[in-house]
């Protein structure tokens, strides 16, 4: 069938014949000329043969398209092992073997042998995580493109001695702000640990940044914070449950100015009072506190005896919130979603280097 025409052809050869070939003296001419070993079979010869060829054909069509959901079967289960963060060998050893004797069991005949087609191998499934990383990374880097975001990134040395980087960025999808995981890099060059390799003003991470966007806000992680205050403070602190009391008198026998001074430091007096009206706009009464410029604070105002939203704003999330406004009110909106986007502390890389860590020592090993 050419161009939903049907055409025929010599079931022999598969050569196409024209119509006006189709008369009996043609194709018996066609028969003895191409095919003078087959000249005298009888016409159930033919019929068998066709019958035998379409066969064939169906049998390598459900082949192929076995083959196809294997494939797919393969890619899914990869990425069931990269987002519950196991080891990659996981598949191979556990989850196809499991698969097959609740199929046996349960279906039987040979579809534990289909379900064996499966690629699983511990390379395999590297292979598919990989390819499915790059996707996501290329995916986000597109909507990056277009969109204000956030980044987190932090570096450790893993239990091979080599530097790790991996990144996290937070940005606005749709009707929310979401956090996504976008690479993790292994360094080749030598690095550094410790936050004036990140935040240094003159040759840090951030002072890097900066000479490309000097409008960048930068925020240090709450939990490195305290445990950096946490190395100045005397060793009798350190055990604040167990002797509330000792530091209670401790604090208060002896000067705190050094201590002070540290913690002013490593965490900056804040008003968060400026922030209230990013958590409700209609409760505000003097917007000179929230340092806004002229233009925000004619929206906010706007926005503050809008009646309408304020049955929006109780009903929806923050994010979800300021993100449906960006069109009616696009000035405090993109103020309020630019406080919102940022990062509090690095729990997801963190998070990120201990399933690292897992996954590797799990990998060593069963070396």
């Not at 050569?15 to 009888?42: D, G, I």
């Not at 240090?220 to 914070?225: A, D, E, G, P, Y």
């Not at 540290?262 to 009072?273: A, E, G, N």
């Not at 997801?348 to 990998?363: D, R, V, Y």
């Amino acid at each position: 069938m050419e161009n939903d025409i049907v055409v025929p052809e010599c079931v022999i050869c598969g050569f196409k014949l024209s119509n006006s070939a189709m008369v009996p003296s043609k194709l018996q001419r066609h028969l003895v000329t191409n095919h003078p070993s087959l000249s005298t079979k009888e016409k159930s010869y033919f019929e068998s043969y066709l019958s035998s060829k379409l066969k064939q054909g169906k049998n390598f069509k459900k082949q192929l398209c076995v083959s196809e959901k294997a494939q797919v079967a393969s890619y899914e289960i990869a990425e069931l092992i990269a987002v519950k963060l196991k080891p990659h060998n996981l598949a191979e050893e556990i989850i196809l073997p499991a698969c097959r004797k609740i199929v046996k069991t349960m279906i039987g005949g040979s579809a534990d042998i289909e379900i064996s087609k499966i690629p699983l191998s511990n390379d395999t499934i590297h292979r598919r995580i990989k390819d499915l990383s790059e996707n996501i990374e290329q995916n986000t880097a597109k909507t990056l493109a277009n969109s204000n975001f956030a980044i987190q990134i932090d570096e450790t040395t893993d239990i091979t001695g080599n530097s790790q980087l991996i990144a996290f960025v937070r940005f606005i999808d749709e009707n929310d702000i979401i956090n996504q995981f976008l690479c993790c890099r292994e360094l080749s060059d030598f690095t550094t640990d410790g936050a004036p390799a990140m935040t240094g003003h003159i040759k840090g991470f951030v002072a890097h940044v900066k000479e490309l966007n000097e409008n960048i806000l930068v925020t240090h992680c709450v939990l490195h914070q305290e445990a950096l205050v946490t190395k100045f403070l005397p060793s009798d602190l350190k055990i604040v449950l167990e002797q509330c009391v000792k530091m209670v008198n401790y604090i208060k026998s002896r000067p705190l100015k050094t201590l002070e001074e540290r913690i002013v430091h490593y965490f900056p007096k804040l008003d968060i009072k400026k922030f209230d009206w990013v958590r409700n706009p209609f409760l505000i009464t003097d917007t000179s506190v929230f340092d806004l410029t002229l233009n925000e604070e004619e929206e906010l105002i706007l926005l503050s005896s809008n009646r309408d939203l304020i049955v929006k704003h109780s009903e929806e999330s923050i994010n979800s919130f300021w993100i449906n406004i960006r069109c009616e009110y696009p000035i405090i909106a993109k103020k309020a979603l630019y406080i919102l986007l940022q990062f509090s502390t690095s729990y997801l890389c963190e998070f990120g280097f201990s399933a690292l860590a897992n996954i590797k020592t799990k990998k060593d090993q069963d070396c």
